[in-house]
């Protein structure tokens, strides 16, 4: 996970980005004002801004339909971990939200976010068995 934060704010075609993507096969694309890459072999995706700044890289588990898991996420943090786990190993978060069962794509476990003074990670669960299935990585300054 440190590898992709480090990639947050910089420029697509920065060389340390571009060393990084030329490890995947990507698809890209341009809607509007934002760029959307997508390594869907590994479950990553990157979302750049129109000045093409990589501002969020989402990291999606087996579950969400990644045929293998980027890793490791964090030294005893795997897709694997539950909510009290991550938090064991995180510490508090910054901010946290219940189980939703009713939401327009899928139910979900709730997440975690944990803010720092460059990054929010952002931990989404999932609903059946409350491990991770979502992790977004954020510029502080492009979080919600």
């Known amino acids: 996970m ?7 704010d ?3 075609e920065d ?3 571009v060393r990084f993507f ?6 890209f694309e341009y809607d509007e004002d934002e760029y959307y890459i ?3 072999d590994v479950g990553l995706e990157f979302i750049a ?15 969400k339909g990644a045929i293998k898991e980027y890793s490791p996420i964090k030294e005893g943090v795997s897709f694997r971990s539950t909510r009290s786990e ?16 009713d939401t327009i794509l899928e139910p979900t476990g709730g997440y975690d976010r944990y803010d720092n ?3 929010a990670i952002h931990f989404e669960y999932n609903s059946k068995n409350n491990t991770i299935s979502l992790i977004t990585l954020m510029s502080i300054n492009d979080a919600p």
Do not use: C, W
């Open 2 to 8: 440190e590898k992709l934060l480090k990639l947050i």
């Open 10 to 12: 910089k420029h697509l």
């Open 15 to 17: 060389p340390e980005v």
């Open 22 to 27: 030329n490890d995947y096969s990507l698809q």
């Open 38 to 40: 997508s390594f869907t």
């Open 49 to 63: 801004d129109n000045a093409k700044r990589i501002t969020t890289v989402f990291i999606s588990s087996l579950s």
């Open 86 to 101: 991550v938090r064991n190993v995180m510490g508090s978060p910054t901010s946290s939200g219940n189980p939703l069962a």
């Open 117 to 119: 003074k460059q990054h």
